[in-house]
C-alpha cells in the first residue's frame, strides 16, 4: 500500500512499545486531531483516523504480529475487509474517559463470543433560566425512552424457555466465511440471516415488547447544570439512553443540550456581562450613582463620572459570570451609557432649558462654518 504511513510512526512510538505507551499516544493525538476540536481544518477527520487505524491494529496482539511481519502488504489484503478502515464514532467524552477501549476490542473480534450490541444515544434539547449560569442549577426531566421489559426482564420471551441460542451462528450473531481473492484468502464476518445478528431466536415472544426485549416507558432523569454554562453546552447522562436490544449489551447514553434564556437586560460575552444604561442629561452633566439589581444577589453600583457623553463604557470587574470548566474568578460588567430622552417636556421645564441653552449651548452657527470649510475642502481638487 504505496504512500501508507508506518503505524508505529503514525503514534510517534518505538517498534517495541508496550501497550500502555500506545494507548496514551492515542489518546494523546486522538483528542488532538478530533474533528469537534477542529471544525475549520478538513483535514483533521483524516488524521483522526489513520490514529485510530493504527491503534486498532496495534492493539490487537495477533493484528500486531501480522503488521510486524508483513507490513501493510499482509496477505490476505487489508485486516479490515475490502472497503479498509472506515474510522470509529468517538466522541471527546469517550477519549478523557476511556470508553474507547471497549469500541476497539470488537474490531478483531472474529466472531468470538455472543455479539453485544448498544442503545441508541438519545439528544433532547432543554432550556434553563439565566440565572443558572451564576448559581448552577439543579433539575429534573421525565422522557420515554426504549427501556428493558419489565415483563420479561428485556429476554424478549414470555417464558423461560422460549429464548434459544441461534444454532445457525452458535449464539454469536456473526457468521464467519473465507474467500479466496487470487491467491491469497481472506476471512469476512457477517451479520447471520437466521437471527439478523441477534444470536438468540425467540419462540415465546413476549406480548409486551412483541419479543424485542425492550418497551417505551416513563423515565425520569435528574440532572446538574454546572456555573458558567452556555447556550449549546451538551450534558452526558450515562445509560439514560436506549436499551440494547435483547437486554444483551449496555444501555445509550442520554445528551442533554443546554439552552440558556435571554435576560431582560444582560446580554452575555462568556463570562463578561453587558448592558445599555439609560442616562438623563443632566446625570451625564453632574454625574451621578445609580443601583440596580444583580443576578448574584448583591446590587450593581454604577458610577457615572461627571461630564460623561452617550456612548461610552464603564467597565466593573469581578461582578460577571463565573468562568466554567473550572475556571477561577468571575468576568466583568461592561455599561454603555444612553442618553435617556423624554418624550415630553412641560413649558416650565422648556424655559429652563432655553436659558441653559444660552448659557452653556454651543454656537450652532460656529458648527454649521466649519462643516461647510470642511465640506469645501474635500470638493477642491
Keep these: 500500500m504505496a504512500g501508507k504511513r508506518d503505524y508505529y510512526e503514525v503514534l510517534g512510538v518505538a517498534r517495541d512499545a508496550t501497550g500502555s505507551e500506545i494507548k496514551r499516544a492515542f489518546r494523546s493525538l486522538a483528542r488532538q486531531h478530533h474533528p469537534d476540536k477542529n471544525p475549520d ?84 434539547n432543554h432550556e434553563v433560566p439565566f440565572q443558572a449560569v451564576m448559581d448552577g442549577y439543579e433539575d429534573d426531566i421525565e422522557i420515554d425512552v426504549m427501556k428493558s421489559c419489565d415483563k420479561c426482564y428485556g429476554t424478549g420471551s414470555e417464558s423461560a424457555d422460549g429464548v434459544r441460542e441461534c444454532p445457525t451462528c452458535d449464539g454469536r450473531g456473526r457468521i464467519q466465511r473465507i474467500e479466496k481473492a487470487g491467491f491469497f484468502t481472506k476471512q469476512v464476518v457477517t451479520d447471520c440471516s437466521s437471527c439478523n445478528g441477534e444470536g438468540r431466536i425467540v419462540s415465546d415472544p413476549c406480548p409486551s415488547c412483541e419479543g424485542q426485549g425492550r418497551a417505551r416507558q416513563a423515565k425520569q432523569v435528574q440532572f446538574t447544570v454546572p456555573p458558567g454554562v452556555t ?91 463565573p468562568g466554567g470548566r473550572g475556571r477561577r474568578g468571575r468576568g466583568s460588567v461592561t455599561v454603555l451609557l444612553k442618553l435617556d430622552m423624554p418624550s415630553k417636556v412641560p413649558r416650565s421645564l422648556k424655559k429652563t432649558l432655553e436659558g441653559m441653552r444660552k448659557e452653556i449651548g454651543t454656537d450652532i452657527d460656529s458648527i454649521q462654518d466649519s462643516i461647510m470649510s470642511e465640506a469645501n475642502k474635500r470638493r477642491s481638487p
Design 41 to 124: 481544518d478538513p483535514e483533521s477527520e483524516k488524521r483522526f483516523k489513520e490514529v485510530q487505524e493504527a491503534y486498532a491494529v496495534l492493539t490487537s496482539p495477533e493484528e500486531r504480529r501480522k503488521y510486524d511481519t508483513f507490513g501493510h502488504e499482509q496477505p490476505g489484503g487489508s485486516p479490515f475487509g475490502p472497503s479498509g478502515f472506515q474510522g470509529v464514532n468517538i466522541s471527546i467524552d469517550d477519549l478523557f474517559g476511556g470508553g474507547f477501549e471497549s469500541i476497539f476490542s470488537q474490531i478483531f473480534s472474529g466472531g468470538r463470543g455472543p455479539r453485544r450490541s448498544r442503545g441508541r444515544d438519545l439528544l433532547l
Design 231 to 321: 447556550t449549546g453546552t451538551r450534558l452526558r447522562m450515562r445509560g439514560h439512553g436506549e436499551a440494547a436490544r435483547g437486554n444483551r449489551g449496555e444501555s445509550g447514553d442520554l445528551y442533554i443540550q443546554i439552552e440558556v434564556e435571554e435576560h431582560p437586560w444582560f446580554e452575555r460575552d462568556g463570562p463578561d456581562l453587558l448592558m445599555a444604561l439609560p442616562v438623563g442629561f443632566v446625570d451625564l452633566v453632574l454625574g451621578t450613582q445609580i443601583e440596580i439589581p444583580h443576578i448574584d444577589g448583591s446590587d450593581l453600583s454604577i458610577k457615572v463620572p461627571a461630564g460623561s457623553n452617550p456612548g461610552e463604557t464603564l467597565s466593573i470587574p469581578g461582578r460577571g459570570l
